[in-house]
């Protein structure tokens, strides 16, 4: 008996799924410690920016300013900034009360876009408060 033609949904994705942010920002860590990714979608990676990885070291050799935004790796292309978060919000499940505000806020990539640097200037505010340096992975001075 064959398997059912549909059954490859329900089978997890192979595809790379890591997420680069800022783990010395308050905010930030509580957004990817409630962010839920659908199953079928995969598993995903959690790297904090600030401490040495291949992502990293990716992100830098491709230019990627960390300080300007956090970075999604979906299979092999890399999103940044406001396409990272409207990509997270398209791969995150609807359950809970944060998740569908998350989609429904950022499941546009117009108005995730014109979000996106209000959510910067907040973390920026945040770091400064806190006395934290920039990431500072492109080492400009």
Sequence with gaps: MSAPRNSRLHEPSSRRLRLVYDGECPMCRRYVRWQRIREEVGELELIDARQESEARRELTAMDVDLDQGFALQVGERWYHGSEALHRLSLLGTRSGVFNRLMYRLFASPGRTARLY???????????????KGPIDNLDRK
Excluded at 118 to 131: D, E, I, Q, Y
């Design 117 to 131: 640097p209000l959510l910067k200037k907040c973390r920026s505010a945040l770091l400064k408060t806190l006395g």
